[in-house]
């Protein structure tokens, strides 16, 4: 399984994996939000959930069944954030199983139902050990002027009382990196979990190398800002910034270490982890993805080896 995507649903797969052979997890995990058919995380089948108003037309392939705002929410709309954390329960066992003591687990969650995921790991045996800010340059955002809404409706006093107004969100320019770790086992100290398992601390040159915020915060802050690059895009419709990838991998891991994502999408964990000379395993249940990812993996060798980029970046 080592350095190698593998088809298949990774609830699944997870089981093949030995415990305590992982030393970090680092996973975008579907949000539960409906912005693409594997993000629908619930049973519900409400009518308003199906990508016909002109908000969820207009948006293309995203939020396809992302359904009412929230106030207008039915009782069934209601239990989605409850199966969503029971989908999470339904892996964050075997998760908890595979990692080493005092491992590291990051992931990126919504910032609608991040807690449920929190209290979903807490629950398996998880400590949530911080949320990290990760300050995105873009983000795909509509919030409609409700001035414009009056206006179609030839109601110009209430069009002009509420000019500058707007519906739905701010721009969600920030989003949650949930840090977990593993507990380390009684009868020692973090330090000589540390020497024992090659896990538990944090590397402080990973903030330094990726963080462009490291001038302005000094260092260790836990808010990370990196930009989304052109070349960041292309492969997933939620793709990651490799840098950002980078950093994580850099922070909690050492060179040789093994790095699980079980939702790897297009393989951006594992291309970051390969190029760092860490080990990987990658899962990907969506078939068209997981050759897309594959493929990724094949041209990153061979870009790196022609390149060799990392040589002159002490990354070390
Ligand atoms: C948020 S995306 C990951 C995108 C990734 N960060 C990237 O840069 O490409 C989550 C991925 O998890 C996959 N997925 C959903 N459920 C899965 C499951 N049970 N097992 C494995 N993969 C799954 C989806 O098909 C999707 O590609």
């Known amino acids: 399984m080592i350095n190698k995507i593998i088809e ?4 699944e797969l997870i089981k093949k994996i030995e415990s305590e ?16 058919e594997w993000d629908i995380l619930h049973t519900n089948t409400n009518s308003a959930l199906g990508g016909s108003s002109i908000a ?10 992302r359904g009412k705002p929230l106030n207008g929410w039915s009782e069934a709309d ?18 908890l199983r595979v990692l080493k003591p005092g491992a590291s687990c990051f992931i990126f969650a919504g910032r609608r139902y991040a807690h449920r995921c929190i209290v ?18 873009r983000a795909p955002h509509r919030a409609q002027r409700i001035s414009s809404v009056y206006d179609r409706r030839s109601d110009p006093i209430n069009a002009q009382k509420w000019m500058g107004w707007r519906l739905a969100n701010l721009r969600p320019l920030f989003e949650p990196i949930l840090w977990f770790q593993k507990p380390y086992k009684t009868g020692g100290t973090i330090a000589d979990n540390v020497l024992y398992n090659g896990v538990g601390a944090w590397n402080e040159t990973a903030l330094e190398l990726y963080n462009n915020f490291a001038e302005i915060y000094k260092i260790q802050s836990n808010i990370i800002k990196v930009k989304t690059d052109k070349d960041d895009q292309g492969y997933h ?40 000379g860490r080990n990987y395993i990658g899962f990907e249940i969506d078939p068209k993805i997981a050759k897309a990812a594959q493929k990724r993996l094949g041209e990153e060798t061979v870009k790196q080896l022609n390149m060799s980029e990392y040589a002159g970046r002490n990354v070390k």
Not at 8 to 11: R, V
Not at 237 to 262: S, Y
């Open 8 to 11: 298949g649903d990774s609830i």
């Open 21 to 36: 052979s992982i030393h970090a997890i680092i996973s975008d995990i579907p949000y539960g939000i409906g912005y693409d």
């Open 56 to 65: 969820q037309q207009e948006s293309g392939n995203l939020f396809k069944r």
């Open 78 to 95: 209601k239990k989605i954030p409850i199966e969503y954390q029971e989908w999470c329960s339904s892996w964050a066992c075997d998760w």
């Open 120 to 137: 979903a790991l807490e629950d398996a045996g998880f400590t949530f050990k911080d949320m990290l800010c990760w300050e995105k340059n």
């Open 237 to 276: 419709v939620a793709q990651k910034p490799l840098r950002l990838m980078e950093l994580l991998i850099h922070l909690v891991t050492l060179e040789q270490q093994i790095i699980l994502d079980p939702f790897v999408g297009s393989g951006t964990t594992c291309v970051a982890a390969k190029k760092l």
